[in-house]
């Protein structure tokens, strides 16, 4: 089976600026953010030493538009997506630019600055993908015991009877 080819990127870093939302002419979102990475490592001397690599990502649509809304600068959240490379040139100079373009967000941690609390929220974007709102904070609702609804079968036996 020939393959085409996988280009996948996972990143999980903090916002470093509030997203920027364009519009084209035909009214679909473009949003930009900047994500923070940060890894750790120790040193010869076992100190640790931390890397921050800053990245470029796009979100297009109703991904863009979700992410204008909900993300705000120290943000927690997790985009996955793929790399797209692109130059241009200005004032006699070609410039090379390196992209990540998202089809999911989760927004991670709580509200203002990514603290751990709720507001989780998983989104996708593209064309035929489902779109999620957000997640509620709020406790998740009680289900009814499966003795007090009964079955949806209408049949005289007790869910138990079923063999899987």
């Given at each position: 089976m020939a393959s085409r080819g996988v280009n996948k990127v996972i990143l999980v870093g903090n916002l470093g600026n509030d997203p920027e939302v364009k519009y084209t002419q035909g009214g679909m979102a473009i949003t930009s953010l900047s994500l923070a990475t940060t890894s750790v490592r120790k040193?010869?001397?076992?100190?640790?030493?931390?890397?921050?690599?800053?990245?470029?990502?796009?979100l297009f649509g109703?991904?863009?538009?979700?992410?204008?809304?909900?993300?705000k600068k120290g943000r927690q959240?997790?985009?996955?997506?793929?790399?797209?490379?692109?130059?241009?040139?200005?004032?006699?100079?070609?410039?090379?630019?390196?992209?990540?373009?998202?089809?999911?967000?989760?927004?991670?941690?709580?509200?203002?600055?990514?603290?751990?609390?709720?507001?989780?929220?998983?989104?996708?974007?593209?064309?035929?993908?489902?779109?999620?709102?957000?997640?509620?904070?709020?406790?998740?609702?009680r289900r009814e015991a499966p003795a007090a609804r009964g079955n949806d079968f209408g049949g005289d036996f007790a869910d138990d009877d079923i063999p899987f």
């Open positions: 040193d010869r001397d076992g100190n640790q030493q931390e890397k921050t690599e800053w990245h470029r990502v796009k109703k991904l863009g538009e979700i992410a204008g809304e909900y993300l959240v997790y985009i996955e997506g793929r790399i797209e490379y692109g130059s241009y040139e200005k004032d006699g100079v070609k410039h090379y630019t390196t992209d990540i373009i998202a089809d999911e967000m989760q927004m991670l941690g709580g509200g203002e600055g990514g603290g751990m609390g709720g507001g989780r929220g998983e989104f996708r974007g593209g064309g035929d993908r489902p779109q999620r709102a957000p997640q509620s904070s709020a406790p998740p609702a």
